[in-house]
């Protein structure tokens, strides 16, 4: 049943479905292309060398920071030990009493005050070619005759050659010495407390 009125209103009231029908398609087409990436005005192509992008914001993470040279240790002491001589005899070294032998090579030597008394702690260090005998018979026969008396070495063995202590004035004065046989040469030292005035 076709709606009353005249002809020209019925077609008025046609067209202006037909518009809105039409409306409402391209609103809804509108709408599905903003969903299509790439469709949407705001995506530009990655590769587009013509579009300027924000340069790179600079790195906020600490460098590692350049390693801080270790200070440099002095070679040569400010103030030189008067007590010890490396090389060769140090003044006050009892040479009578721990005498060198014949083709020693001194690598060091000290001669220590001990307080005020007359008593001093002396040590030597030197290489020789004599053999392990002739060494020890040196200091046994210096020793002894300056009135030490050989005594059994306090401690477990060790992997010297040979290992000897003398004692004198009651334990007051000691010298311990070791050698160390390395096939082709001896290497020699001597430390101990002895009096300056015996």
């Given at each position: 049943m076709r709606p009353a009125g005249p002809p020209a209103a019925r077609?008025?009231?046609?067209?202006?479905?037909?518009?809105?029908a039409v409306s409402t398609a391209v609103a809804a087409s509108f709408v599905a292309l903003l969903g299509?990436?790439?469709?949407?005005g705001a995506d530009v192509p990655r590769d587009d060398p013509a579009v300027d992008r924000p340069a790179a914001a600079p790195s906020t993470s600490p460098s590692p920071a350049a390693p801080t040279p270790a200070p440099a240790e002095p070679l040569v002491t400010a103030t030189p030990d008067v007590h010890s001589q490396v090389?060769?005899?140090?003044?006050?070294?009892?040479?009578d009493l721990l005498p060198l032998p014949?083709?020693?090579?001194?690598?060091?030597t000290s001669a220590v005050p001990v307080?005020?008394?007359?008593?001093?702690?002396?040590?030597?260090?030197?290489?020789?070619?004599?053999?392990?005998?002739?060494?020890?018979?040196?200091?046994?026969?210096?020793?002894?005759?300056?009135?030490?008396?050989?005594v059994p070495p306090a401690g477990p063995a060790t992997d010297?050659?040979?290992?000897?202590?003398f004692v004198r004035s009651g334990g007051d004065e000691l010298v311990s010495i070791g050698v160390l046989d390395d096939?082709?040469?001896?290497?020699?030292?001597?430390?101990?407390?002895v009096r300056t005035a015996a």
């Open positions: 077609r008025a009231a046609r067209t202006t479905s037909r518009a809105r299509v990436p790439g469709c949407s090389g060769d005899l140090v003044a006050g070294f009892p040479e014949p083709d020693a090579v001194v690598l060091v307080g005020d008394a007359e008593v001093q702690e002396v040590s030597l260090n030197l290489r020789t070619a004599t053999s392990v005998q002739d060494v020890v018979a040196l200091y046994r026969t210096a020793l002894t005759t300056a009135g030490f008396t050989e010297l050659a040979a290992e000897v202590t096939g082709t040469a001896r290497t020699v030292t001597v430390g101990g407390r």
